[in-house]
């Protein structure tokens, strides 16, 4: 099973930054994408941003121009840089993986981290 722990949520003022990272407990090679969910509360759990292993992205509307996803095979972590931070962006923020081996897929959530953008 594929371990994933987020971290680099905190509580920061509109306008500043984070970067969140998502580690993996085994090798991203494997993985075919990478997602960024939030949930709000009240709100449904959205995509933020999402990688594959093409290395190509898609970001929601809400964030583009602000938000950049990445990853760094070697440390085996996806991260999320958001800049320019607005308290619309507060929520619990989640990576999913998603793997395809052989022809079975799986997919894995992280267990989440609190991102607080104070107006």
């Known amino acids: 099973q594929v371990q994933l722990v987020e971290s680099g949520g905190g509580l920061v003022q509109a306008g500043g930054s984070l970067r969140l990272s998502c580690a993996a407990s085994?090798?991203?090679?494997?993985?075919?994408?990478v997602g960024w969910y939030r949930q709000a509360p009240g709100k449904q759990r959205e995509l933020v941003a999402r990688i594959t292993s093409s290395v190509t992205t898609t970001y929601a509307d809400s964030v583009k121009g602000r938000f950049t996803i990445s990853r760094d095979n070697a440390k085996n972590t996806v991260y999320l840089q958001m800049n320019s931070l607005k308290p619309e962006d507060t929520a619990v923020y989640y990576c999913k993986a998603e793997r395809l081996y052989g022809s079975v897929f799986s997919s894995y959530w992280g267990q989440g981290t609190q991102v607080t953008v104070s107006s």
């Open positions: 085994e090798s991203i090679f494997s993985i075919i994408a």
